[in-house]
């Protein structure tokens, strides 16, 4: 099992740093270009609602990055030092009123990317988990 992390501040710009983590993953762990996509938008989806919506923009506050990968599959946590949200209370990104909103679809893309999602202490971390071929 290999583990690497990251901290970043909680700014958008910072949305590089994960691309270049995701891209050298790929690169060290030749993951096939399906997997790669799916794990790079899945992941940046996730760090976008821990910068945005956990942390509210505040620099002072991090998100940590890890990826896990074992034989079997490769596994990203991210974590905010945010209040957490009630995943049940988010708003159907199909249901016909919210289709034409700008947001509101990072979780739904997640769970459909991603072959296993799941969320631990209030929503502050995400665990995302692909299984490789």
Not at 22 to 45: C, H, P, R, S
Not at 58 to 87: A, P, R, Y
Request: aromatic share 8%; hydrophobic share 40%; no cysteine.
């Amino acid at each position: 099992m290999n583990t690497i992390s990251i901290e970043i501040p909680s700014l958008v710009e910072n949305i590089r740093i994960v691309e270049s983590f995701i891209d050298n993953a790929k690169d060290k762990y030749q993951l096939d270009d399906d997997l790669y996509g799916n794990i790079m938008i899945a992941v940046l989806e996730s760090v976008n609602n821990a910068i945005i919506h956990g942390n509210k923009l505040e620099k002072s506050k991090f998100v940590q990055l890890s990826m896990i990968l074992e034989e079997t599959s490769v596994t990203f946590l991210i974590k905010d030092e945010g209040n957490g949200f009630v995943i049940n209370d988010l708003p159907d990104p199909t249901s016909p009123e919210n289709l034409t909103k700008p947001g509101g679809r990072g979780i739904f893309l997640m769970k459909h990317l991603a072959d296993e999602v799941s969320f631990k202490d209030n929503g502050q971390e995400v665990k995302l988990t692909f299984y490789l071929n």
